[in-house]
């Protein structure tokens, strides 16, 4: 069974950046498309961006040019690095394949606030 640990979340003011890390426990992670998802109290979780294995990424528009996925397969690694933060981006921020495959983490939590 693959465990993904997510780390990285915690408290930023509006503006502020973060780096989140997603790491699985097998190797089979680095031939699927893996994704970061969130959910803000209240509401479905939510595919926020996600990266192929050669490397394509697509984004969704509520965070388009403000986050960046990548990926280090020999870490079995995925990250999410996340700029100009606003208050809409408070949620706890989980890992998976895309479509979801894995069991879930415990997700990281990402909190916005002046």
């Known amino acids: 069974q693959v465990r993904l640990v997510e780390s990285g979340g915690g408290l930023v003011q509006p503006g502020g950046s973060l780096r989140l890390s997603c790491t699985a426990s097998a190797s089979i992670f680095n031939i699927r498309t893996m994704g970061w998802y969130r959910q803000a109290p209240g509401k479905q979780r939510e595919l926020v961006a996600r990266i192929t294995g050669g490397g394509s990424t697509d984004y969704a528009d509520s965070v388009k040019g403000r986050v960046t996925i990548s990926r280090d397969n020999g870490k079995s690694t995925v990250y999410l690095q996340m700029n100009n933060l606003k208050l809409e981006d408070t949620a706890v921020y989980y890992c998976?394949?895309?479509?979801?495959?894995?069991?879930w983490g415990q997700g990281t939590e990402v909190t916005v606030s002046s």
């Open positions: 998976n394949a895309v479509p979801q495959f894995f069991r």
